[in-house]
């Protein structure tokens, strides 16, 4: 009866004959905001102002062209809003010669959607006659609060400076003598500066002279093996040639053992006259080498990555018109061919776990065609999958989910560094195409931990950057040393 009577309520209900809800009306969602916003405000202080004020320059990542907002003199505050949420960069442009930005510059920021984010830079513009020091210092493992600046005329005179912090003095201040000579120290060992330690300065005669020195530090337990006018280095205490036989390396880079204890690369045997792989100590003049070239007929051998474990070397091997993917023991024994198919194969990387290498292929003309990123079975060479297009020089993030390498894809005039997952999934670049056709971004080697890459660039090419990385997300870029193909362990 319950159930007969509550279906002739629905009944009456729906034929409209009063009944009624105490439910109200639903509302409508609200639109989630889709941009943020930034409020920039520039402290100007010291004696001798810049008269003629400066330029604000904001780079978006989403955006080839930097926006553009004229600071007069003195600094001010101006707000700029309906930006896209993400990491992007200003800097100041248009400075006068006496002036410095203090801190990080260019800086890194990040707009939230709906939110406006608050930045505060200082000018520093100090008065006619003195030295202006400025300090950045990035990376990890930064386990000092300051440096101390030692300036050497007639007499010795320190000061104190932060790590990242500006220092002013004066003429009149500066120890007595026409020259002096201005040294940073208390520089921790597995740190970098940007310049040569000691500075030799002349008369000031009314000048403001600047003093920039950009430390970058990597953590303790790491090193960054690199190569730099034909010699081979690793970040150390000190920088130490580890092996200088065989001269300069190749172009197949250079590759530092899982332990941090060995350097393995291709170059040129004197004496044989034949291509080799070289096999060098960690901070002394020991070394092992191989022949390959002479026995096969081979004519170049490079492109060469550790295993795992430190047992063996995969490289890749060109012979006629084809390059191809071979594995050999650490000592030289066992070698096995995993490539066959006739394209030119190179740029191997084995990944953390062993089970695979990364590899870049080129169908047609090396020489004319631009090569893309595959993967195989790093045991038989079977598997083989496309993994990105447009690349060269693979390198597995130590977790074995993504590949950096240098990304040659028609999206800028110059190579850039890109990240993708192994299955070919969310492609990020560092620069979005912002490269000038005399920069570019290459080689790319992750940090132990994989928080940041450490990667080639430069008008030259001649300098070793290092970028954060987060969860698939580029941060802020910085100066390492001078040098080329990192390999970072």
């Known amino acids: 009866m319950r159930a007969q009577s509550v279906c002739s309520m629905l009944v009456v209900c729906l034929a409209g004959t009063g009944c009624s809800t105490d439910r109200a009306p639903t509302d409508p969602l609200e639109p989630q905001p889709t941009s943020g916003a930034i409020q920039i405000t520039i402290e100007e202080t010291g004696g001798r102002p810049d008269t003629d004020g400066y330029d604000l320059a904001i780079t978006l990542a989403t955006e080839a062209v930097p926006l553009v907002r004229t600071v007069q003199q003195g600094g001010g505050s101006l707000v700029l809003a309906d930006l896209p949420p993400g990491t992007h960069s200003l800097r100041i442009e248009g400075l006068a010669a006496h002036c410095s930005v203090n801190g990080r510059h260019p800086r890194a920021f990040t707009v939230e959607a709906g939110k406006t984010t608050p930045i505060t830079l200082g000018v520093l513009c100090p008065g006619p006659g003195a030295i202006l020091v400025k300090t950045v210092t990035r ?41 002096w000579h201005v040294e940073l120290t208390g520089v921790p060992a597995n740190c970098s500066v940007d310049r040569p330690l000691l500075q030799a300065l ?40 580890v092996l200088n036989r065989f001269g300069s390396p190749s172009n197949g880079g250079l590759s530092l053992s899982p332990d941090r204890t060995r350097v393995v690369f291709s170059t040129i045997d004197p004496d044989a006259l034949d291509f080799v792989l070289a096999v060098a100590t960690v901070g002394g003049n020991g070394f092992a080498g191989w022949g390959l070239a002479p026995y096969d ?65 080129t169908v047609g003309d090396p020489m004319e065609d631009t090569p893309d990123i595959y993967r195989m079975n790093a045991s038989d060479g079977a598997g083989i999958a496309k993994v990105a297009s447009s690349g060269c020089d693979p390198a597995w993030s130590p977790d074995g989910a993504r590949i950096a390498f240098t990304d040659f894809s028609p999206f800028g005039p110059s190579p850039d560094l890109a990240v993708v997952r192994v299955d070919g999934s969310e492609l990020t670049r560092l620069h979005s195409g912002h490269l000038t056709v005399q920069e570019g971004a290459r080689s790319p080697s992750w940090s132990p931990d994989g928080s940041q890459i450490a990667y080639a660039g430069g008008p030259r090419g001649n300098r070793i950057w290092i970028v954060d990385f987060d969860g698939g997300v580029f941060g802020e870029t910085f100066p390492y040393r001078y040098g080329s193909a990192p390999s970072w362990r």
């Open 297 to 361: 007929g081979a004519s170049f051998v490079g492109s060469q990555a550790w295993s795992p474990d430190g047992s063996r070397i995969v490289y890749s091997k060109q012979r006629g018109t084809s390059s191809e993917i071979y594995v050999i023991n650490a000592d030289g024994t066992d070698e096995v061919q995993l490539t066959f198919g006739g394209a030119w194969n190179t740029a191997p990387a084995w990944s953390p776990d062993g089970a695979s290498i990364a590899f870049c292929r």
């Open 139 to 179: 990376g990890r493992d930064v386990e000092v609060t300051g440096y101390t600046l030692s300036i050497r005329g007639e007499s010795l005179q320190e000061r104190s400076i932060g790590t990242t912090d500006s220092l002013v003095v004066g003429e009149e201040d500066l120890p007595l003598g026409a020259t």
């Open 202 to 241: 002349r008369d000031l005669r009314g000048a403001t002279l600047r003093v920039e020195y950009g430390i970058a530090c990597i953590p303790r337990s790491s090193r960054i093996a690199f190569e730099l006018a034909g010699g081979i280095y690793v970040s150390n205490e000190s920088d130490a040639v």
